[in-house]
């Protein structure tokens, strides 16, 4: 007993001694915590803080932040969980829904470059790539704020408060429009050559800045343009909104000069792999190995359990694999039928006889869709259309002919059989009140993963968010070149329409209506047209918030089965267009939400901003 | 014994707390402050829930507006607190000048005021008279302030008494080089055939500023067709 005390005695000396030898004790690195001299110095971790930058990058409908937004305007609407009709329901705009004052992360990047300078001592020109890449960053997101507010303060240091209780000098102004414009086009043109990364379309290499110029300097150009040629230009008396018309042509040049770079340096080239027209532009967007098409891109990684949920919320309903979920962007008529015929007529459906004397009977319910623009197979899926290699069928009831004229029979559910043993509403809709079903007569293709699997909560999607991608490169420069008056503005078009299943030069000479047209098909779902329609200062008028304006309205198309024994118009199938059953109010944009409006919280810390117009 | 009563007085104990946790022990404002956006007296027509007022309440922390919408007669009421409050006509929201001075408004109990406005222009003397399928419709535009042009006056038809030119069933644009300003001009306007079977129609005749968003209106009109 007393050798277990000695022992214990010593022991306990042993351990006191042991610790207290520890003369660093309170200098111990922690075992959890990144120090910035640690992160600085090893570019994998500078990489793990740019990676995070790039996925905190402002966006306004991808697949994972704001898709629902997808259908707030004229593209689509929504058909999903009735809880969410509300963007049916849009009484009008409301002036912060574009609203964006991300300075937490604009000081993230400014705190990072200032680091990278001070404390890496990295090889020089591995700092300078990376202060390139995060220069790029904010360049964009700067971008993100312009087209969103106007003009943004510009900032692009740390600002540090002193506490002397007068924060004045941290307070600054708001820049003009022009200026934040040309900010991010001088700082893309500044790291052109110290960028690097070449051959990646996930992270910034020279032609990611050179399509963003492209981008930018477009938007900067019609706004100049198209603002001023409102009867009454939306400006504010500093320049905060609003650019001088006479700046417009040169940044069409601007613009049109990057994109020409891209086009004959970028080596990228339009996904041409499929024979399958439809198919070849559906996967011209989703297909992430050796695309030559995009440029850049959000991307996603089953192994990495980086997944998003967008086809499973999406997929067509015949074609889910989960329980629920499904078909909640179903795409309009009016995006249908902007898609034109490859004849080069206009792509209104044809529904009725020319005289309007009787329905036109078709033998396939895909009949009516037959020579469309390519791009409608690879944007939407309509009825009869395959997706996964499978029939989407969609049958919204049967008109069966009482003698004299044609009664209507629907159903309450679907997959349901009519008394003649045939279909009445099909597995796949379209009906007019049950969710998850397509309300409209379509369904979503471009985006919806048809891998195996990816409409199950389980395993959801990988397919990538894409920023930007040769496609709009081409559109951009036949806008810029366009407006400049150039004459090759019509083969950039062109070459697109070549993909989409038209003749070799199909359009012959271009308007601006042929232009708006173009960027309406090609790029649909892949968040531009608010942009457009904003910077063109037409959302006014295309969502003038009458129902008796169409652009307005989401119309429906329902196929019906005509049930007329003994005629050879039995079993065919007739086609009826009217404003979508769930669709309740029309879109209404107003002139105050052509910028929007900045916080009251932001003007009460900096009395230095000025509100937005008509706010 | 002793158990039931502690668990009586723990019965009471739990309901009078649940009884006097009243979170929600703010005092609803009860004032209200109602009034008329007019131009020489006269309260001026304009779109429903197209206008908006603001009032600001200086002095507290938080320092938010509260908006306060005008309704199509011109009419606008919100139920307040007493207090000072500044009242702001927002830049280029109404077919007015822009009035940059706040209008000071003391609001004890309830308070009436009428905000005067210049606006560019008006639409005096309509008259509407229905014959056969169509409308003639009088009206003069009168200038204001016309340092901007008129636009186009408008007709507006529709099934309810929420008729203006968002919301309507039929629509007929005269541009504004068929008006002269301050003569009267008669313009006959087919009845849309959605609205030609009704017993009765709403119309109003708007005036558009170039520039302005919103419309000046003549007050709606019921017309027995």
Redesign the interface.
């Known amino acids: 007993m007393k050798l277990f005390k000695r022992y214990m005695l010593g022991l306990a000396l042993l351990t006191v001694i042991s610790t207290s030898c520890d003369t660093d004790f309170l200098e111990l690195e922690p075992p959890n915590i990144l120090l910035d001299d640690q992160v600085w110095n090893d570019p994998k971790l500078v990489t793990g803080v740019l990676s995070n930058y790039y996925d905190r990058l402002p966006t306004h409908t991808t697949l994972t932040g704001g898709w629902a937004d997808f259908a707030a305007y004229d593209e689509a609407m929504w058909s999903g969980y009735s809880g969410n009709d509300g963007l049916n329901n849009i009484f009008s705009y409301s002036f912060n829904r574009w609203q964006l004052w991300d300075y937490g992360l604009i000081r993230d990047i400014n705190l990072a470059i200032d680091k990278l300078n001070t404390i890496s001592e990295l090889p020089e020109a591995q700092k300078a790539q990376f202060e390139s890449e995060l220069r790029f960053i904010r360049a964009y997101v700067y971008f993100e704020h312009v087209k969103r507010m106007g003009g943004v303060p510009l900032i692009t240091e740390e600002l540090i408060y002193d506490f002397n209780g007068d924060p004045t000098y941290l307070q600054n102004p708001r820049n003009t429009e022009a200026e934040v414009y040309d900010f991010v086009i001088s700082e893309m043109q500044d790291i052109l050559p110290t960028i690097g990364n070449t051959g990646s379309n996930t992270r910034a290499n020279r032609f990611t800045a050179l399509a963003v110029i492209s981008r930018a300097a477009l938007y900067a150009g019609s706004l100049a343009k198209y603002n001023g040629a409102?009867?009454?230009?939306i400006t504010l008396p500093n320049n905060e909104v609003g650019i001088d018309p006479s700046r417009a042509d040169s940044y069409y040049s601007t613009s049109l000069q990057a994109s020409q770079t891209i086009i004959n340096e970028g080596g990228y080239n339009l996904y041409n792999s499929n024979p399958d027209l439809g198919e070849n532009f559906y996967e011209a967007i989703i297909t992430k190995n050796g695309n030559p098409e995009v440029i850049w891109a959000q991307d996603y990684l089953l192994s990495a359990d980086k997944r998003h949920g967008f086809t499973y919320d999406n997929v067509a309903r015949s074609a889910r694999e989960d329980n629920l979920g499904s078909s909640a962007i179903t795409p309009g008529l009016n995006l249908v039928e902007d898609f034109q015929y490859l004849d080069g007529s206009s792509g209104e459906l044809k529904t009725h006889e020319a005289d309007g004397s009787d329905y036109i009977y078709y033998d396939e319910v895909n009949e009516i869709f037959e020579g469309k623009d390519a791009r409608l197979y690879g944007t939407v899926i309509y009825p009869g259309s395959t997706f996964r290699g499978q029939e989407i069928f969609m049958q919204a009831g049967v008109m069966v002919w009482n003698g004299s004229s044609y009664d209507r029979i629907e159903s309450d559910g679907i997959a349901t059989e009519y008394e003649d043993g045939g279909v009445l509403v099909a597995a796949g809709g379209p009906h007019r009140s049950i969710q998850e079903v397509s309300n409209t007569g379509f369904y979503l293709r471009k985006y919806v993963d048809n891998a195996v699997g990816a409409s199950t909560r389980g395993i959801r999607s990988e397919v990538w968010w894409v920023r930007f991608r040769l496609g709009e490169i081409y559109l951009n420069a036949a806008e810029a070149a366009y407006e400049l008056g150039q004459p090759e503005a019509v083969d950039y078009i062109n070459v697109l329409r070549e993909r989409a299943g038209f003749g070799a030069n199909s359009l012959s000479s271009l308007t601006m209506e042929d232009i708006m047209q173009e960027r309406r098909v090609e790029l649909a779902f892949e968040d531009h047209v608010v942009w457009d329609y904003k910077r063109w200062r037409v959302a006014?008028e295309k969502w003038?918030?009458?129902?008796?304006n169409p652009e307005s309205m989401i119309y429906s198309l329902y196929p019906y089965r005509v049930v007329r024994p003994g005629d050879p118009r039995d079993g065919k199938y007739i086609f009826v267009k009217s404003v979508a059953p769930r669709f309740r109010a029309p879109r209404?944009f107003?002139?105050?939400n052509y910028y929007s409006q900045i916080s009251?919280g932001v003007i009460?810390a900096n009395p230095k901003i000025v509100r937005n117009?008509?706010? | 014994m002793k158990l039931k009563y502690i668990k009586a007085y723990m019965i009471l104990l739990i309901g009078l707390m649940a009884a006097g946790c009243e979170f929600d022990n703010f005092e609803e404002p009860k004032s209200t402050l109602s009034g008329r956006i007019v131009y020489n007296g006269e309260a001026l027509g304009l779109r429903s829930n197209g206008v908006e007022l603001e009032l600001w309440q200086p002095g507290f922390d938080l320092?938010?507006?509260i908006p306060v919408y005008v309704a199509q007669d011109g009419t606008f009421s919100a139920v307040i607190f007493d207090g000072d409050y500044k009242m702001n006509l927002?830049?280029?929201?109404g077919p007015w000048m822009d009035r940059t001075d706040s209008i000071d408004v003391q609001v004890r109990g309830s308070q009436i005021i009428d905000v005067e406005v210049q606006p560019y222009y008006v639409v005096n003397n309509a008259s509407v008279s229905p014959s056969g399928n169509s409308l003639s419709v009088t009206f003069t535009v009168d200038g204001v302030n016309t340092n901007?042009?008129l636009?186009f006056a408008g007709v507006y038809m529709g099934r309810t008494s929420i008729t203006d030119?968002?919301?309507?069933?039929?629509?007929f644009n005269v541009p504004a080089d068929q008006i002269e300003i301050g003569i009267p001009i008669t313009v006959e306007v087919p009845i849309p055939g959605g609205l030609a079977g009704r017993g009765d129609i709403f119309v109003r005749v708007g005036a558009k500023t170039?520039?302005?968003?919103e419309l000046v209106y003549t007050q709606v009109e019921n017309i027995p067709l």
């Open positions: 409102m009867g009454s230009p006014h003038s918030g009458n129902p008796d209404f107003q002139m105050g009251q009460d117009p008509f706010h | 320092y938010q507006k927002i830049r280029g929201n901007r042009d636009e030119i968002v919301r309507n069933e039929g629509s170039s520039g302005v968003a």
